[in-house]
């Protein structure tokens, strides 16, 4: 059975800095993953999708790259915002089942 | 940590049929559950928001006279799609939420329409 974990659980930085969010899993027979957000009180919004044979994909300040050999997922936020403050999840695709990280709370402190 | 469950996990039907997946909150009571979808080489999407008690919010673009939500009690939402199509095979999950803050998943349904 997939196993996703996430690290660190909360992370807390000043305005401007860069930033890495960890993920890993034990079943390297992966579909996909997937980072998101979420926001208190709401659903997810997808970040970015890696399929199993990429390694990194890219949207403005989101870089996430992807080890499936090493069973690894990083999201590197660049230049973090108040605004990206939330809680991020990742999440392993296999054939029949999606596994998520517990999430690691992420506050941008102005 | 708490527990949904989500079932089938997979399912193979014919074009035309209605197929129900059912997503339970085993250890808790959730008052919203979300209900998502993947398509194939695309990310996951939400469909809709389910309350417990009420109808469901849906997420434009999704048919809600095709997909139809109940949430008729605090553990326990449904998806039915209705008159299934090819089209519709897809990845479903749904997720519950505890509190404010914190989700719960399923382990999802992998559609197939023939």
């Known amino acids: 059975k997939q196993e996703v974990t996430q690290i660190p659980a909360a992370l807390s930085v000043p305005e401007g800095e860069n930033l890495v969010l960890n993920c890993s899993f034990t079943?390297?027979?992966?579909?996909?993953l997937q980072w998101f957000r979420q926001d208190p009180g709401k659903g997810l919004t997808s970040l970015l999708l890696?399929?199993?044979?990429?390694r990194e994909q890219t949207s403005g300040r989101l870089n996430a790259s992807l080890d499936k050999s090493s069973g690894r997922s990083t999201l590197y936020i660049a230049a973090s915002q108040p605004g990206d403050s939330a809680t991020y999840l990742c999440?392993?695709?296999?054939?029949?089942?999606?596994?998520f990280g517990a999430g690691t709370r992420l506050t941008v402190k102005p | 940590g708490a527990v949904v469950s989500q079932h089938p996990s997979r399912v193979i039907c014919k074009s035309g049929t209605s197929v129900k997946i059912e997503c339970r909150s085993l250890?808790?009571?959730?008052?919203?559950m979300f209900w998502y979808r993947q398509f194939p080489k695309q990310s996951l999407m939400l469909m809709a928001t389910?309350?417990?008690?009420?109808?469901?919010?849906?997420e434009q673009g999704v048919e809600k006279d095709k997909f139809l939500i109940n949430h008729a009690s605090l553990t326990l939402s449904t998806l039915t799609v209705t008159s299934a199509h090819p089209e519709d095979s897809s990845f479903y999950i749904c997720?519950?939420?505890?509190?404010?803050?914190?989700?719960?998943f399923g382990s999802g349904t992998q559609l197939s329409v023939l």
């Open positions: 997720s519950a939420r505890l509190t404010n803050e914190k989700l719960f």
């Open positions: 079943d390297s027979a992966i579909y996909n």
């Open positions: 890696i399929q199993s044979s990429q």
């Open positions: 999440a392993v695709r296999g054939n029949n089942d999606m596994r």
């Open positions: 250890d808790f009571q959730a008052t919203t």
């Open positions: 389910s309350n417990e008690g009420s109808k469901a919010t849906y």
